[in-house]
């Protein structure tokens, strides 16, 4: 008589919990939903992940803006922009990149505690996506490109601007860290095609304090007979005998940009209990012993997964001669490194919402008691069920990002010069050919971006 008196109860009591965790399952990530561009573009279908992004957007060609904006909007933006740099599309990735900053905003890993980052750790359809200061600096650098590319000093020295507001933020919450060499490296040849010597040598040397940059020597060489501004790095690269030459007019140059792989992203992970308290004990707020006994233990949040590079190395030649490329910027460890840093406190703000979920689960378990044995169980399961299935880690991150920035200049003469680039990885190596025409003195910027 008993045992039919209480599997019915079981089985009603159980069907909301099963529903509202298939729901749950069903609720799709960022990452989920730009998965088919991403596989686009790693099969060097460009134009497909183009249009899927656009379809994201809610629009019908990447000529248009959203007219609506979500939390997801401007992190979307950013992706299609670029995706259309990677096309040769400079100015409409331009405009993109510019509409993106201003809906960003900035994720203060210096100052935000475990409750912030907790709003950072979960989906929230009211809140806009937060840059990672890695990320701010690389869609200035990366709009410098455009500019660079269109031959436009005037916006570029505008983009070069906002990358030292970055920069200064920077310095001023982790002096003892270097961040942003590609972005710095851009900032500093803008700085001297304006003719800011003392500007340019300033940003030459923060490149050098990232990457070895044996490019930038010869540049060095001609800057410092016009400024006096020197470092230990600076005077490493000088030439005592140079001393007291005159200074050199600028010559023509091409500067080569090639972006190859794909950063890691986000995507939801679980790992036990007992795992992350070991990661995050001093992160997380509240009563720990309440963990003992929930029936979920695992704990969820957004962690970095690698993703497919199908091109790991370039090289790049001009005429007859091989130019080495300098590696100036390992994105993917950029990225890394600063997520390591954080995720410390991602896992204790996941950690405190568990706790809050198994005291509410608790409560709920006491209260079904009072009424029957089995009640009990059942009203905890669903309790706890329903915030576990209503738990969806923020999985949004900047995933078209490269993997590695490698870049040279070369003086030429003036005149039309084709330059032969060859990306090498998994499978054929793809050769590319662009032909330039440089001015005396004058500048031409090759950007190759492959996306996978």
């Known amino acids: 008589m008993y045992s039919k008196t209480i599997v019915p109860i079981g089985r009603r009591a159980w069907l909301p919990l099963a529903l509202v965790l298939a729901l749950g399952a069903g609720c799709a990530t960022y990452s989920d939903r730009t998965l088919a561009a991403r596989n686009s573009l790693l099969k060097g279908d460009l134009h497909g992940g183009e249009a899927k992004l656009n379809g994201l957007l809610g629009v019908d060609s990447s000529r248009d803006l959203p007219s609506k904006w979500g939390?997801?909007?401007a992190l979307t933006l950013l992706e299609r922009a670029t995706v259309l740099q990677a096309q040769g599309h400079y100015r409409v990735s331009a405009r993109d990149f510019s509409a993106a900053e201003k809906e960003l905003e900035?994720?203060?890993?210096?100052?935000?505690?475990?409750?912030?980052?907790?709003?950072y750790v979960y989906s929230d359809d009211a809140t806009k996506y937060?840059?990672?200061?890695?990320?701010?600096?690389?869609?200035?650098?990366?709009?410098?490109?455009n500019y660079l590319?269109?031959?436009?000093?005037?916006?570029?020295?505008?983009e070069a601007r906002r990358f030292e507001v970055m920069r200064k933020y920077l310095r001023d919450y982790a002096p003892d860290e270097s961040h942003g060499a590609f972005g710095a490296y851009l900032a500093g040849l803008i700085a001297e095609r304006s003719g800011d010597a003392e500007e340019a040598l300033r940003y030459y040397d923060e490149v050098l304090a990232e990457s070895q940059a044996p490019s930038l020597s010869e540049p060095i060489r001609r800057l410092a007979r016009l400024s006096s501004y020197r470092t230990p790095r600076i005077s490493a690269v000088l030439d005592e005998a140079e001393s007291g030459q005159p200074a050199q007019p600028l010559p023509a140059e091409i500067v080569v940009i090639v972006k190859t792989g794909q950063s890691p992203v986000k995507e939801a992970r679980r790992i036990p209990v007992g795992a992350a308290l070991g990661l995050a004990a001093n992160y997380v707020s509240g009563d720990t012993k309440v963990l003992e006994y929930g029936m979920f233990k695992v704990v969820s949040y957004p962690d970095l997964m690698p993703a497919k590079s199908v091109f790991t190395s370039a090289s790049v030649r001009l005429g007859e001669s091989a130019v080495a490329l300098d590696p100036i910027t390992n994105v993917s460890a950029e990225i890394s490194r600063e997520y390591e840093a954080l995720k410390p406190k991602i896992v204790g703000a996941a950690l405190t919402r568990m706790i809050v979920r198994a005291a509410a689960a608790e409560a709920a378990r006491y209260a079904g008691r009072q009424q029957s044995s089995g009640l009990g169980f059942l009203a905890a399961a669903l309790v706890e069920g329903t915030m576990v299935a209503l738990d969806k880690p923020d999985t949004r991150s900047w995933s078209t990002l490269p993997a590695r920035v490698q870049l040279t200049r070369i003086a030429v003469e003036p005149g039309t010069h084709e330059v032969e680039l060859e990306v090498r990885g998994m499978g054929v190596?793809?050769?590319?050919?662009?032909?330039?025409?440089?001015?005396?003195g004058g500048l031409a910027v090759i950007d190759l971006t492959t996306l996978r």
């Open 71 to 73: 939390s997801e909007t």
């Open 106 to 119: 900035l994720l203060d890993i210096a100052r935000d505690d475990v409750g912030s980052i907790g709003k």
């Open 130 to 145: 937060k840059t990672t200061p890695t990320e701010k600096l690389l869609l200035n650098a990366f709009n410098m490109v």
């Open 149 to 158: 590319a269109q031959g436009d000093l005037a916006g570029a020295r505008v």
């Open 429 to 440: 190596p793809v050769r590319v050919y662009r032909t330039v025409e440089v001015a005396q």
